[in-house]
Structure formats: C-alpha cells, structure tokens
C-alpha cells in the first residue's frame, strides 16, 4: 500500500507506536513519514491525525495471527475493535472530511456460511481474532450510517505475496520447499492439508482499497478471487515450481490443525467488479511461483 501511495505521489504517513521493533514490518518504504500513534491511545490518534491532516485514512492495524488470538484475547479486542472505535472517534472530533478504509477480513463468516461469500453473509465468526474484527466490521457500518462519516470495510480473503510473515501457511510453504530445493531441509510439516481458501495477490488487493476511497459512494466490498485451493494444491503448486513432487518432503500432524481450518472460504466479488471495475489478475499458480523464487532469492543472498 505504501509503495503504490508513494509511486502516484500522494503524502505518506504511517503510524508506529512507541517502542515497536519498526523492521518487523519488512524492508522500509522510501517517502513515508512515520508518527508516533497507537490503537490503544486515544490521544495519541488525536495528536497524529492532527499532524498528518489526512484526506484518508487506510487502517491496515491489527493483531492478526489467528491461533494466537486464543491466548490473547483481551489485547486482540483492544487493537482490533477497541482500536477501531478509537480511531472514529478521534477522526469525528477532528471534523475534517476523512474517508477511511477498514481492513476487514473473510473470518468475520465463520464456518456453515453459504458459498461463495459476499456482502451480506451473515456474521458468524468461529475465533476470537474473527469476533474482534465483526465488532469493528459493524462499528464502521455505525460510523457510516449514523454519524455520515465516508467510512467503510474492505472484507479481504486471504492476500499474499513475498512480504507474507513465515509463521502464516503461505509463507510457510513457499519457504520450506525453496529450503528444501536447496537441501536445506527434507521435510515440510503442515496441520489441515484440506483447509479451503481464497488466495489473492496482496498488491492487487491494495489497489481495490484505493479505488474503495475514490468511489463516490461508501460501501462495503468482499475483495476476492472467486478462486478456491487447498492447502494441499497450494503446496503441489510451490514444490511443482521448483520440478519437485510434493508428496515426497511434506507430512501432515494433526497436532498443527485449528478448529476452525476445516471451514471453506471462497469470496464473490461480483459487486466490487460491477461497481468499481476492480478484479483480481494474478492466478494462485502465478502467486505461488512469485512467493517461492523470492524465497529462493533470499535463501540465495545468505
């Protein structure tokens, strides 16, 4: 998002709360001003959006590793919800017309949902990172409805690219098989191999937020592919890249499985196509082989 912000021009800011480790976030984007701010600081929001005098405001923050959010709830709710509930009051005292874009996300639907999901599946959410991210789905609607703020939510099914954290499954598996390419490695440990998703290409999805805040109309969008795998095709896709057979290097323990990976996700973007021209361009094949040559490239940089 940053780069793309920076390419046309516009006034980056992005907001770092005190003592975070800022090379966490990945390489750092040349153009963006960083302020001090925090979800969890009301004041702190005031003091930034005081200083950045934002036309918008694309609130990407959130705790958002799913397994974790079982044994931190409560700091999950501060950040995902409370924080949202913060940022809206802070944007309404300032009284400058700010539209904003809250990342939402396909684990607001849960599982039992009807296929493919859109904007008016029900809210059915089956953890407690999707529960904190409902409430703030439904705050921005609030926000919207009630109070005329420009807001709305980008309900976003999973979007991936090289800068995906090792720690989620995409990442996980592009990264093991170019570690094993490279023997490195002879295995590749995985939970549910039958957990169903919808994989985007992460800067296509960062484009379908843009277009969102230059409509000429607030509304929710489902940002999608249409496209459904499982964790099992995704790395049949990854070993294949790289001329190897899958089932040779990867096991699955039952051990790694949630819950909750046995629900399919698969979005319909018929009304973001419809209404804003918006459509995903990249193939899960053509993701996969990004992710696992730029893992290839940094195994190769050692």
């Known amino acids: 998002m940053c780069e793309a ?6 006034l980056v800011f992005g907001l770092i709360a005190p003592g975070h480790d800022n090379t966490a976030l990945g390489p750092p984007v040349g153009g963006v001003h960083f302020l001090a701010g925090d979800l969890r600081d009301a004041d702190s929001l005031r003091r930034a959006l ?16 799913v397994p974790s959010s079982w044994q931190t709830p409560g700091a999950i709710f501060d950040v995902n919800t409370l924080g949202v509930a913060r940022l809206l009051a802070a944007i309404r005292d300032c009284g400058a017309p700010i539209r904003v874009c809250q990342a939402s996300t396909s684990e607001i639907f849960g599982a039992g949902s009807r296929l493919p999901q859109d904007e008016t599946t029900a809210l059915r959410p089956a953890n407690p990172y999707g529960v904190t991210k409902a409430e703030a789905h439904l705050l921005i609607a609030r926000a919207r409805d009630q109070h005329g703020l420009f807001a709305c939510s980008a309900i976003l099914f999973n979007h ?22 490279r023997r490195l490695d002879r295995e590749l440990v995985l939970g549910d191999l039958d957990a169903t998703r919808d994989w985007g290409y992460a800067p296509e999805y960062m484009e379908a937020l843009r277009l969102m805040l230059g409509g000429a109309r607030a509304r929710d969008y489902v940002v999608a592919t249409g496209r459904s795998a499982t964790v099992r095709e995704f790395a049949a ?25 046995g629900a399919v996700r698969v979005g319909n973007p018929a009304r973001i196509e419809r209404e804003l021209g918006w459509k995903a361009r990249t193939s899960l094949e053509q993701l996969v082989a990004t992710m696992v040559d730029a893992d290839l490239s940094r195994l190769d940089a050692v």
């Open 5 to 10: 912000l920076v390419a046309e021009g516009s």
């Open 50 to 65: 005081d200083q950045a005098r934002p036309d918008e405001i694309y609130n990407l923050a959130a705790i958002t590793f």
């Open 160 to 181: 991936e690219s090289p800068l995906r954290p090792a720690h989620f499954v995409t990442r996980k598996i592009t990264q093991g098989a170019a570690r094993i390419a």
């Open 237 to 261: 896709l990854a070993f294949a890249h790289l001329g190897l057979d899958w089932r040779r290097y990867v096991r699955s323990d039952s051990a790694l499985q949630r819950s909750s990976d």
